[in-house]
């Protein structure tokens, strides 16, 4: 078993905390306060070759695999969640029409996206539920060359700003993934959600009303929409935000550790009470359990595990960073009492974000039963 | 410009974790165990001053540098950033170099690559900080030298112009080819290599040459060729001791001149 990363990864990693250091830590605070969508920041990740960092260089992405991309959200969430955020949503779209899209799809769609000159929303959630996919009320009804689509997807990331979204509709009683482009008669976007984390990608809903789709925009075989949403969401989404849980936390655990050793009470630094050392113990060894389950993760998925041969991986990464991430941050304002609830220690921020992630692509809860059914299998 | 352009640049500590850092009095080293090596910050500047005038020249870009074998990984950096390929001069006999030694090797590392019309350093670096190596490299290869360089202008082929900072303005000095070049950090942004260029590196070529492979005699380069050498080594531990003066600002500045002149500081 080898612990190392390879020369690539660790320049990639060097990389992206440079640029998580020159372009997002003198900007996070106000970022978050202003809750606009990053887009000029994201275009200089996708020269960086970043957006594309899963996607085949045949498709204009750099292939770089998934571990390459953990770290690089790692690295961008440890300064600001919202960024290492946008990877876990944007590539969602893009996994799933590399995976599942025809080669006109692949062709039309990926380079696109890899520059971000395009913006991909994946919507599954309505108001009847989103951890039931059954529950889809949105419909597709095929006539002629054409699909009709009714009904809306709710808190979707991205949806305010998206160009193209894969949505998921009902065809007959199963379900069937369809890619939908902006401007497209029917299709419209709500405003954002005022959400108190995460707040520079916008979340809202699509809204399709008689909203008429070619036939060639079908993504996957009709009646397979679930495998294409639920792949996508398991090997991209939930590695994805476990990414961002570990990011945000050692952010919060590195805002802790130099407060603790900077602040002096009774004539020593505060690092040097027991009381303290412990909390910082506990963040330090949650950390070290999430990375470790999150590079796990996504070594499978480089080695050519599918996502539901990796499922438990996946599932126990997502869990356990979306726990320990909040949990960090919490003992980080406690470590640093008062300041730690003003806003410019950017220590509320970290908890904000971690809120976020409990829900994002499937909630703590249904990772819990996703296990569970595993273990008694 | 005909001729290529050699970047030379050193591994050094992680400036984010000197304090990491601690002295082995006995032995006159430091211990840089656990703390991560990267190129001397503003050698960057220097590989991106040579990748930029390269794009306007289209000469080639050479990384240099002398080091253990893990100053490698300097080399890997420079590559990924863009130099074309790179020389790595790696034998023990240039262990304990000072920087006269050091120029040496480079010196030799440079004649037998051949073909370099401009030489780039960074001006200082962040571990030891003499400033020394780029004159005395200029010296060794009779090439012209300008330090401290905030900006390079291509002129014809022949010459470069270039603007070197001082306290009221700036110098700008017509310098003829080939030459020795050292820049600070002032003069560009490094750029970030992205992630084509990461996976490109390990395709480029870094050529591992001994003392021999670079025609210096061993002799002349390492701890037996450097004229200064270590003798002692110590730390120094500041003490700072506040004072409060009170009284009318008349008094205040009254006592503190006071003091200062005690002190024998004015």
Redesign the interface.
């Given at each position: 078993m080898d612990f190392n990363l390879t020369?690539?990864q660790e320049?990639?990693r060097?990389?992206v905390r440079?640029?998580a250091q020159?372009e997002l830590a003198p900007k996070a605070l106000a970022l978050d306060a202003k809750g606009e969508f990053i887009h000029d920041i994201i275009k200089k990740t996708a020269?960086?070759?970043?957006v594309g960092?899963i996607t085949s260089?045949e498709f204009g992405g750099?292939g770089?695999g998934h571990l390459?991309r953990m770290l690089m959200i790692e690295e961008l969430s440890r300064i600001y969640a919202s960024l290492g955020f946008f990877f876990q949503t944007g590539q969602i779209g893009m996994y799933a029409i590399e995976n599942f899209g025809t080669p006109e799809q692949k062709q039309k769609y990926l380079p696109a996206l890899c520059k971000a000159d395009k913006i991909i929303s994946t919507a599954l959630t309505e108001a009847g539920g989103g951890s039931d996919p059954s529950a889809i009320q949105t419909t597709a009804e095929l006539k002629g060359d054409e699909y009709i689509i009714n009904g809306r997807k709710v808190m979707i990331s991205e949806a305010p700003v998206c160009d193209l979204a894969i949505i998921v509709a009902k065809t007959g009683d199963k379900f069937s993934a369809f890619i939908v482009e902006k401007g497209t008669p029917g299709f419209t976007t709500s405003g954002k959600e005022n959400y108190v984390g995460l707040r520079s990608l916008p979340v809202g809903d699509l809204v399709f009303t008689n909203c008429k789709v070619p036939k060639a925009n079908l993504l996957g075989q009709e009646g397979k929409g679930l495998a294409v949403a639920i792949g996508g969401i398991s090997a991209v989404g939930r590695t994805g935000v476990a990414g961002v849980a570990l990011g945000t936390a050692e952010g919060a655990y590195a805002a802790a550790v130099k407060y603790a050793k900077e602040r002096k009470l009774y004539g020593k630094p505060i690092a040097e009470l027991q009381a303290i050392q412990y909390m910082l113990v506990d963040c330090n060894m949650e950390i070290e359990t999430a990375r470790w389950l999150c590079y796990k993760a996504a070594v499978l998925l480089d080695q050519g595990k599918s996502p539901r041969d990796a499922g438990d991986d996946i599932t126990r990464c997502k869990l356990y960073s979306c726990d320990i991430a909040s949990k960090v941050a919490l003992r980080a304002i406690q470590i640093m009492g008062g300041y730690g609830t003003i806003p410019q220690y950017e220590i509320t921020r970290r908890l904000n974000d971690s809120i976020e992630l409990f829900t994002a692509a499937g909630t703590q809860e249904i990772m819990k039963n996703t296990l569970a059914r595993s273990i008694i299998a | 410009m005909p001729g290529d352009i050699a970047v030379c640049i050193k591994q050094v500590p992680h400036p984010d974790c000197l304090a990491k850092l601690s002295l082995d009095a006995a032995r006159g080293t430091v211990n840089r165990e656990g703390v991560p090596a990267v190129i001397n910050p503003v050698d960057r500047n220097a590989v991106e001053a040579s990748l930029r005038l390269r794009e306007k020249l289209r000469n080639r870009v050479i990384a240099l540098t002398m080091g253990p074998p893990a100053a490698r990984k300097a080399l890997e950096d420079a590559l990924a950033m863009g130099a074309d390929y790179a020389v790595h001069l790696c034998d023990r006999a240039f262990a304990g170099a000072d920087t006269l030694a050091t120029a040496r090797a480079l010196a030799g590392g440079i004649r037998s690559t051949g073909g370099i019309a401009l030489i780039i350093c960074g001006n200082t670096t962040i571990d030891s900080g003499t400033g020394q190596v780029a004159a005395q490299l200029a010296e060794m290869l009779d090439f012209p030298c300008v330090t401290d360089i905030e900006e390079i202008m291509p002129e014809d082929g022949a010459s470069l112009l270039v603007k070197r900072a001082w306290e009221q303005g700036d110098i700008r000095v017509r310098v003829r080819l080939p030459a020795v070049l050292a820049v600070n950090a002032k003069i560009n942004q490094p750029r970030l290599p992205n992630v084509l260029d990461i996976m490109a590196a390990r395709q480029k070529e870094i050529k591992e040459w001994c003392a021999a492979d670079a025609k210096v005699e061993a002799g002349c380069v390492g701890l037996a060729g450097s004229p200064t050498q270590f003798w002692q080594a110590g730390e120094f531990h500041a003490r700072r001791q506040g004072e409060i003066l009170r009284g009318s600002p008349d008094e205040m500045v009254a006592a503190a001149v006071d003091k200062l002149k005690k002190l024998e500081l004015i």
């Open positions: 020369r690539e320049m990639l060097d990389m440079e640029f020159r020269e960086l070759g970043l960092i260089k750099t770089m390459a | -």
